[in-house]
């Protein structure tokens, strides 16, 4: 297709802006952080603090538990850190073993966001405080703060990522002068039913999806335009390649393209990748826009190579700072920061958030975002 020629290349200069402007943000957001409770000078009397992850299957995860535990041991607390393979009732009694131990607050983020009632009721009754970590936990009362990211942002970046990759607009969803009328045939995936971060990505994406898809530019042959239809569960890239692999028997085999996937996470975007190499999509012009989410490392790579379009970079040293001040803040008796108060429902209670910026990374900006942040080396990338 003519128009995948300009991939890109009607952005460079906005792209740079687009990035400084949300470097600048970000740490205009950390400045304001830094005075959430607590010093980093290691204000912690040696205290246990538990912190559940859901899994160590994505490096992303691995990369939160280790830097939320470091600054937690540079507070001067015992961390507990576990991880539970995705599997809830290894998380709950992960849960409920560090409630044993005697931990002083518990940082989790949840598999499922739903199934933890019983064992929260068991912190609130033993005083122990419940930081949500990056996925909200639902339906108790007995989550005290969450913080994560804008995360319905991080879905309309993902969408402006992609209509970027088909010449349609800016980065930050402007629309382009000139851009190519379409149509364009569009496949939607979307994250875990189970984890209420899915639903804010999808939402967020389809907020800027959705006319373009009334109008006509955007075209989804398959027809699978519900979240149900779209959802992957537990974000498994297995799936996801499945499923990929099914929309392109049954609805391109007349020699149509699928000329981009909106993909709200980098481990479903490669099943979708090896869905495609294995029916015979080559990178070069015709070869689809994809997005993603997490910038990890075997996706930053497939960006540099043109498998992937963009990913999203959310910079987990930030949230387990974030989340390190929350605890140490509470266990000082101190009132943590939060930036919003209104959107975090969980089904009982609106939780009080404090919500990161997120990052758009394309081929031409990952050296500036993620090398020189610190996040990956060029030497990882190219390795």
Do not use: H
């Not at 890109?8 to 949300?22: E, F, H, Q, R, S």
């Not at 912690?44 to 600054?71: C, H």
């Not at 709200?264 to 015709?286: H, W």
């Not at 994809?290 to 910038?295: C, E, K, L, V």
Request: with cysteine.
């Amino acid at each position: 297709m003519t128009t995948m020629s300009m991939k890109g290349n009607t952005v460079k200069g906005n792209k740079i802006l687009l990035t400084a402007a949300a470097v600048a943000v970000s740490a205009l957001a950390l400045s304001g952080c830094s005075n959430a409770g607590g010093s980093s000078s290691g204000d912690g009397d040696g205290g246990l603090i538990g912190v559940a992850m859901p899994t160590k299957s994505s490096e992303r995860w691995i990369q939160d538990g280790n830097a939320v535990k470091e600054q937690l041991e540079d507070e001067g607390f015992t961390v507990d850190l576990q991880y539970a393979e995705d599997d809830i009732p290894t998380q709950v009694s992960q849960i409920e073993n560090m409630i044993t131990k005697g931990a002083e607050a518990l940082i989790i983020a949840s598999i499922d966001g739903t199934t933890l009632s019983e064992v929260l009721q068991n912190a609130a009754d033993a005083d122990i405080p419940v930081i949500a970590y990056d996925r909200l936990i639902r339906d108790s009362e007995n989550v005290d703060y969450y913080a994560s990211f804008d995360n319905f942002v991080v879905g309309q970046q993902q969408a402006w990522s992609v209509l970027n990759g088909l010449g349609l607009t800016e980065l930050d969803g402007t629309p382009i002068d000139g851009a190519p009328a379409g149509p364009f045939n569009i496949e939607l995936f979307a994250g875990s039913p189970d984890d209420n971060n899915a639903t804010f990505f999808w939402n967020g994406a389809m907020d800027v999806l959705e006319p373009l898809i009334d109008d006509g530019t955007l075209v989804v042959k398959s027809g699978q335009t519900d979240f149900q239809q779209a959802a992957t569960l537990r974000w498994d890239g297995e799936a996801a390649q499945s499923r990929m692999e099914d929309i392109l028997t049954a609805n391109y085999s007349d020699g149509t393209k699928v000329n981009a996937v909106l993909s709200p996470y980098d481990g479903i975007s490669r099943g979708i990748i090896s869905a495609l190499t294995d029916a015979g999509y080559a990178v070069g012009a015709e070869w689809p826009i994809i997005s993603g989410q997490d910038a990890e490392l075997d996706s930053v790579k497939a960006i540099n190579s043109g498998e992937q379009y963009a990913t999203i970079f959310k910079d987990t040293r930030k949230l387990a700072e974030v989340a390190v001040k929350m605890a140490t803040a509470l266990l000082n008796g101190e009132e943590p920061e939060v930036n919003n108060t209104e959107d975090y429902d969980n089904g009982v209670k609106v939780v009080p958030s404090y919500l990161l910026e997120s990052q758009i990374v394309v081929k031409d900006n990952i050296t500036e975002v993620l090398v020189d942040s610190g996040y990956w080396t060029e030497d990882e990338i190219k390795g």
